[in-house]
């Protein structure tokens, strides 16, 4: 059977894979007049040796449910964050490593205003919002050297469950 449930995305589930970008239960500081809280340092940003980080912006086009996985991709020369720049949920889709291809991906299911960061080398599905628009701040890694290595499965899996 190829069909993969989605779950909510707990820092526990994604910690093998990358970081959960959200409100922490309290700032670690107080700025601006305190009037702003700052959640400092959510995630563990690598750009290898000869990268550098870049903010560039996506905007993909939203994908529904249930949706057909055929590819994923790693990059192996730095980490990769995306960040939505509406309250809307997405879908997030890892893999693990088995011996240099990916395993049997997972599916998880953000809430409103959390982001993630795909640690480097993570096998992970392509963007996929699930509502228009599909607007989103990414940090990762700017260089010359190859940073993305695709793999399309022999058999597609299907990723379908309810999103609430």
């Known amino acids: 059977m190829n069909d993969i449930p989605i779950q909510r995305l707990t820092k526990e589930a994604f910690a093998p894979y ?90 998880f299911h953000t809430e409103a205003g959390q982001g993630i960061n795909f640690h480097r080398n993570v096998w992970h599905g392509v963007l996929t919002p699930l509502f228009a628009p599909g607007l989103f701040a990414v940090v990762d890694r700017i260089g010359k050297s190859a940073n993305l290595e695709e793999y399309w499965y022999e058999i597609p899996f299907t990723v379908s469950g309810d999103v609430t």
Do not use: W
Request: charge should be negative; proline fraction near 11%; glycine fraction near 10%.
């Open 18 to 107: 990358g970081d959960i970008l959200t409100l922490k239960p309290a700032p670690d500081k107080l700025i601006n007049q305190g009037l702003c809280g700052r959640h400092h340092d959510l995630a563990l940003m690598d750009f290898g040796l000869d990268g550098r980080a870049g903010i560039s912006l996506f905007d993909a086009t939203p994908r529904s449910l249930p949706y057909v996985l055929e590819l994923v991709e790693r990059h192996p020369e730095g980490s990769q964050a995306f960040i939505p720049m509406t309250q809307n949920p997405f879908l997030v889709i890892v893999a693990p490593d088995e011996n240099g291809t990916p395993g049997r991906p997972l599916a």
